[in-house]
């Protein structure tokens, strides 16, 4: 558990930051709908499809939801 940094009282929630590549959508796993066993890209409605190479996380992000601290962590 990491707390958050700004207020300190709660722990953030880190989420995989992910790139689609087919309609280059980049964005938190929470805003893609959970779709079976994998998820639905929330711009082109495809279902991400680790098989085939579709997408790839990019980063972290971390979010408290006692202040609305967020923060977005890249790959190096
Ligand atoms: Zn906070
Ligand atoms: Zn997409």
């Given at each position: 558990m ?6 300190g009282?709660?722990p953030v929630e ?5 790139h ?5 959508y980049?964005g ?5 709908m ?7 890209c ?5 279902i991400?499809n ?5 997408s ?5 992000s971390?979010h408290?939801?006692a202040?609305?601290?967020?923060q977005?962590e890249g790959?190096?």
């Amino acid at each position: 558990m990491i707390e958050c940094p700004s207020c300190g009282r709660s722990p953030v929630e880190r989420a995989r930051v992910v790139h689609h590549m087919l309609c280059a959508y980049v964005g938190p796993l929470y805003d893609f709908m959970p779709e079976g066993s994998s998820y639905r890209c929330p711009k082109c409605h495809l279902i991400l499809n680790d098989g085939a190479d579709d997408s790839e996380i990019v980063g972290y992000s971390y979010h408290c939801s006692a202040c609305g601290f967020e923060q977005v962590e890249g790959y190096e």
